[in-house]
């Protein structure tokens, strides 16, 4: 790889392993690399706040015993 300030990242979850490289100040690389893991966990337990409504209408009343 050209340029220096190159950073080397590992992401893992049990036994599963993402290896990545960055060049940048280790400021800036710690910054994108955290960015990467909220997206990854966003991606795994499904965005918050969002909720599917499946509205349903009822021709006739349910009858009551």
């Not at 992401?11 to 993402?18: A, E, P, S």
């Not at 893991?37 to 009343?61: A, I, Q, T």
Request: charged share 30%; with cysteine.
């Amino acid at each position: 790889m050209e340029g220096s300030g190159w950073h080397c990242y590992v992401i893992g979850q049990g036994t599963n392993m993402i290896r990545g490289y960055r060049q940048g100040d280790l400021n800036a690389v710690t910054t994108a690399v955290e960015e990467i893991v909220l997206r990854l966990n966003e991606r795994r337990f499904g965005k918050r706040g969002r909720v599917h409504l499946d509205m349903s209408v009822r021709k006739k009343p349910l009858a009551s015993k």
